[in-house]
């Protein structure tokens, strides 16, 4: 009953100890289910009907995230929670969200956060840093470390937030401050969890990746007998090859979980570790005269080996619901996060076009620690006024994030290094520590009051409109001595509000008011006190449910960000100044579900035209990583028993966008691309299945760039051909 992933035969040979430890829980579970199958009943939220052996686990899984706030069926979102902080069918919310289900992430092999966005209209990678962090535009804002990614609706540090733990991903769109603090307007994005479940089941995998090595997967759960306790235990031991000139991706992850059922009150625990060491790639070069990449092999990196990231990651998550009657449900939610890690990395200064020698320079961080607490309380319920039904949302949180960076290492500019003939090891890695740029720090903390109420006009229409007030403080800084650059407080109050139209049971119309903010805030220079950036958005748009099970999402937006940040020389000295202003409009339609009882979809196209509208320098520009248009397709077709009880699935698709522009000054774009994947899984119809599946991504080997870091000497690069094979034993 847990998506299923894999490890190669020779990653299981290069840690051996791990892929044993699992082996023996997957035969402890056996034993533990034979001793425990008289347990609890399963839970309604269990209990699902579906077609074929295949989908059996998968949907089971889905429709357990009902626990947190939401429902699944195969390919087809149901309802939400990240728009509303309460369960609302899809159609009822006055807002675009976009769902990628656990079936699609299992049939695609999604092994990142990339992977599962590709499917979300609008969206697109952002600076990466080096590709150690996830980082996304929605709608052309966003960014690395902005917050905007949260597990179970609570914003979290850790550098990779998706994981074998996930269960979907939820893509809220546009401003989402009222209920979720300080963010960019583009959106938000949820990711959530799986959950201990009351019957038993589990699964292991191994994957081998053509690049080299794989990854080895567990997930168990069940009842513990005689109580109103169910457990879950997941992990996964990666040992992968990168597929540039050297690395190799190395990652731990342990995931334990218990919840409590009661009648009336369900509580959950979660922890979430992950130990990785992972290259610190910022990939090739654009030459500014031909406005395309350098001519060397997309393999060739321009760092040294020791160009590494390594840390550890944690993650604790306490949830309580109680239902105090019929009518109203209290929630209390608490999340802790925190990260730890140092890297080694040569970054290259500058670029000869015409000999193709590089100026580098080694840097380096060690022991940066990120932590954030998390906490918030919900009060939901259901009243009567005046004979309308209103669904009413009370709630408060805070939130308090903290960085420090100790000691940063800088070296002196070296030369040598030529992109045609690269020579490794010439440059060796810093321990040169600049007290200048030393004890980087920033704290944060932000406190928010909300009120909420879908208010029920007729069997038709339906009024969302809510408001909160929130405060925050905030300090930055760094050096030795420490210099404070800065330090700002305020209270903002962000309202929002939205109206459907049901004009059937299978179609809704609705448009949608809403608000966001984000301070201002350097750790490298003073910038004094500024007024915080502010964001307002428009939307309209259309939700229908057709077919066997059919959800669409299509939508116009305008969003407009004003007091963006920005920097003139005065006397000879850089200033702060608040005046920008930066608008991002277009349109966006996403389908996910089911076209027939075999073949299912999830598709999506977007445009966005995103604009900087004032700035001393910028005006007319275009953000950078920011794409006019994205768009994907992924069908699926299940066979069903083609042998026995032996049953075949299989699926492909292709996922793009246009160019995007490289930098600030548009001084280069990122060319258009598109992508085609396939897969094919056969699953062996048994008491305990067992699934061999074969992905191949990137068929036909396009080289394409996904970011950049906002300069030309910094372009990630999109992998190459690779093919996956996993097999999947289930019970």
């Known amino acids: 009953m847990a998506m299923i992933r894999s490890a190669t035969a020779r990653g299981l040979l290069r840690q051996a100890s791990l892929p044993a430890f699992l082996l023996a829980q997957a035969a402890l579970a056996s034993s533990v289910h034979a001793q425990t199958s008289g347990g609890p009943a399963p839970s309604a939220s269990t209990q699902t009907i579906v077609n074929g052996d295949t989908e059996i686990l998968l949907t089971t899984l889905t429709v357990q995230a009902e626990d947190q706030g939401g429902q699944t069926h195969g390919y087809q979102p149901l309802s939400s929670s990240s728009a509303t902080l309460t369960e609302m069918p899809i159609l009822d919310i006055p807002q675009a969200v976009n769902v990628v289900t656990n079936e699609v992430i299992v049939d695609q092999a999604a092994h990142s956060l990339d992977d599962v966005l590709a499917n979300v209209s609008n969206v697109t990678i952002a600076n ?69 479940q009351q019957t ?43 597929w540039r ?32 060491t992972e290259p610190f790639d910022r990939g090739t070069i654009f030459n500014l005269t031909t406005g395309q990449a350098v001519n060397v092999p997309r393999r060739t990196r321009f760092d040294e080996p020791y160009n590494i990231t390594q840390g550890a990651s944690d993650l604790f998550q ?29 970054r290259v200064v500058s670029y000869n076009a015409s000999t193709g020698a590089l100026t580098r320079r080694s840097d380096a961080t060690q022991d940066s620690t990120q932590y954030d607490h998390n906490l918030r309380a919900d009060l939901s319920g259901t009243v009567n006024l005046a004979g309308f039904k209103n669904e009413v949302l009370f709630g408060a949180s805070y939130n308090y994030y903290d960085v420090l960076r100790t000691d940063m290492m ?15 090891g010439q440059l060796a890695s810093c321990t040169t520590v600049s007290a200048a740029d030393s004890d980087q720090s920033a704290q944060q903390s932000v406190y928010n009051a909300y009120a909420q109420d879908a208010f029920y006009l007729t069997d038709q229409w339906i009024l969302v409109a809510g408001a909160s007030l929130q405060y ?82 299509a939508a116009v937006f305008d969003i407009e960000k004003k007091n963006v940040l920005y920097s003139e020389l005065v006397d000879g000295e850089s200033v702060a100044r608040t005046a920008g202003k930066v608008r991002s409009r277009g349109f966006e339609f996403d389908v996910a579900g089911a076209l027939t009882d075999r073949t299912n979809i999830i598709a ?57 522009a490289g930098d ?29 599946q074969l992905n191949v991504k990137n068929i036909f080997n396009t080289t394409y760039y996904t970011s950049t870091q906002g300069s030309n000497l910094g372009v990630a690069v999109g992998d190459p051909l690779q093919a996956l094979l996993s097999a999947r034993l289930a019970f």
């Open 200 to 242: 038993f089941g589990g699964s292991l995998s191994a994957t081998a990746s053509s690049f080299g090595g794989g990854y080895t997967d567990l997930d168990i759960t069940g009842p513990i007998a005689g109580t109103n306790l169910a457990y879950r235990f997941m992990a996964e031991y990666q040992d992968e090859d990168y």
């Open 472 to 553: 925050y403080e905030q300090t930055a800084g760094k050096g030795r001595p420490f210099n404070l650059n800065t330090s700002a407080d305020g209270g903002e109050f962000m309202p929002r509000a939205g109206l459907v139209y049901k004009a059937t049971d299978w179609l809704s119309f609705y448009v949608n008011y809403a608000t966001g903010f984000v301070p201002q805030v350097s750790i490298a220079s003073y910038i004094g006190t500024l007024p915080p950036e502010t964001s307002v958005s428009y939307e309209g748009g259309l939700k229908f449910e057709i077919m066997k099970g059919l959800t669409g999402t």
């Open 604 to 660: 999506s196209y977007g445009y966005a035209d995103v604009t900087v509208l004032q700035d001393p320098q910028y005006a007319g520009n275009t953000l950078a990583n920011s794409a006019a248009t994205t768009y994907s397709l992924f069908a699926t077709y299940d066979f069903g028993r083609i042998w026995g009880d032996n049953s075949l699935k299989v699926g492909g698709g292709l996922n793009g966008r246009s160019r995007a």
């Open 410 to 424: 800088r070296c002196a500019n070296r030369t040598g290094f030529n992109i045609y003939n690269p020579v490794y």
């Open 128 to 196: 990466t840093l080096g590709a150690t962090q996830d980082a996304v535009t929605r709608r052309g804002f966003g960014d690395n470390r902005d917050g905007s990614i949260l597990t179970n609706g609570m914003r979290t540090v850790l550098p990779r937030s998706f994981n074998l733990t996930t269960d979907r991903v939820e893509v809220l769109k546009g401003p989402a401050s009222t209920l979720y603090g300080i963010q960019e307007p583009g959106g938000v994005i949820n990711l959530i969890t799986k959950t201990p």
């Open 245 to 276: 000139s050297y690395g190799t991706t190395r990652q731990t992850i342990l995931a334990p979980s218990l919840a409590w059922y009661g009648d009336k009150t369900t509580v959950t625990l979660a922890y979430n570790h992950r130990d990785y």
């Open 664 to 692: 600030a000054a548009n001084s280069f774009w990122l060319p258009g691309y598109t992508v085609f994947d396939a897969f094919a899984a056969y699953t062996i119809g048994s008491a305990k299945p067992i699934t061999v």
């Open 318 to 346: 306490a949830n309580a619901v109680h239902q105090l009657n019929d009518s109203w449900k209290l929630k209390l939610n608490y999340s802790y996060s925190r990260d730890v890690y140092s890297d080694n990395q040569a």
